[in-house]
């Protein structure tokens, strides 16, 4: 009950500072809905295939629990927890940077500035990538330590850890393909496309239900997180063929250039971790501990990434 006041009190919060903002920017409000207006039944026609596509990945979301239910007892509070902790990392690493893109984009398009806006998509997707790789690699190392500092209290027994851990490790990879589709997606919508998200959402439920029926046979709990994982992928990818084809190259030669440069410094983040804690063995199930070895994990992962010469760590240095 608490938790839940909690949220509403905290959304009407970020509403009154956002309203008080407008308003000294000049915003005036008018309770006036006019059916007529152009803008207004634009913003209509619009809106309604971004309302499908998003009520699309609540079912995806439903899929899994249903399925979750039948594979193994625990299966859907284990997903719960699990995407807890997967929506967590979504909120800082992407939500952060697509939210600041669209209006960036939106005006490059009005000025037609087609070149500038290729650029800045592509330096979005780098931005998220950036991030999400080393969280992803980390939180899939430290799932453990981190599911039970955060949830193994009451009733949430050894079992119940491992069945969250190994369904966020499984998840986790996921975040790949939702970041650099949110950021594609918003690059649909400044063109004033909400259709083809929508169909690309509708692709992505089949074939997670699909992958679902056939991974969960074959791994329970985990082939279900792997299947969500698998059908984000893919929809990434989809997702980028679409947009070439709308406004055609957008420098992925750069984009795969800077990514590999990312999964390496990643993956040497990674092992530095792995080699430090042999050597010096450290209770990772220690609140403290665990903060300190993710500022430690920050840090290095910031100096290897400007030793290899990635462009976001150069552009933030500048």
């Keep these: 009950m608490l938790l839940a006041v909690g949220l509403v009190v905290g959304y009407v919060i970020q509403m009154t500072l956002l309203f ?3 308003v000294k920017k000049g915003f005036k409000y008018r309770f006036r809905l ?3 207006d152009h803008y207004i039944r634009k913003l209509l026609i619009l809106a309604v295939p971004v309302f499908l596509g998003n009520s699309i990945s609540q079912v995806n979301q439903i899929v899994d629990k249903t399925l979750a239910s039948s594979v193994a007892i625990g299966g859907i509070t284990a997903l719960n927890y699990a995407h807890k902790i997967d929506t967590l990392v979504h909120s800082i690493f992407i939500t952060s940077v697509t939210t600041i893109l669209y209006p960036e984009i939106s ?6 500035n087609i070149d500038k806006y290729k650029s800045k998509i592509i330096q979005a997707i780098n931005s998220t990538n950036f991030f999400i790789f080393p969280a992803v690699l980390g939180t899939m190392f430290l799932a453990k330590p981190i599911v039970s500092i955060i949830f193994a209290h009451g009733k ?3 079992e119940a850890l491992v069945m969250t851990s190994n369904a ?16 594609i997606i918003r690059a649909f919508y400044s063109l004033e496309d909400s259709k083809t998200p929508m169909i690309n959402a509708m692709i992505t439920l089949i074939i997670n239900i699909i992958l679902n029926v056939v991974f969960s046979k074959l791994w329970g709990i985990q082939g279900i997180a792997l299947a969500t994982t698998t059908a984000s992928i ?12 709308k406004i055609g190259r ?14 390496l410094s990643a993956i040497i983040m990674i092992g530095v971790l792995i080699l430090t804690q042999k050597l010096l ?4 199930y220690n609140i403290m501990t665990l903060l300190l070895v993710i500022i430690f994990c920050a840090i290095f992962y910031l100096i290897i990434s400007w030793i290899l010469r990635i462009s976001v760590v150069d552009s933030l240095v500048i």
């Design 156 to 158: 949430f027994n050894q």
């Design 20 to 22: 008080d903002f407008a």
């Design 281 to 284: 063995v450290f209770d990772l």
């Design 250 to 263: 957008f420098g992925i030669r750069k984009l795969v250039k800077d990514t590999f440069k990312i999964i």
């Design 168 to 183: 966020l490790v499984f998840y986790m990879p996921g975040l790949i393909g939702i970041s650099s589709r949110k950021v």
């Design 34 to 36: 006019d059916f007529k």
């Design 234 to 245: 893919i929809s990434m990818f989809l997702m980028y063929v679409q947009l070439r084809k």
């Design 107 to 112: 005006m490059l398009i009005k000025q037609n």
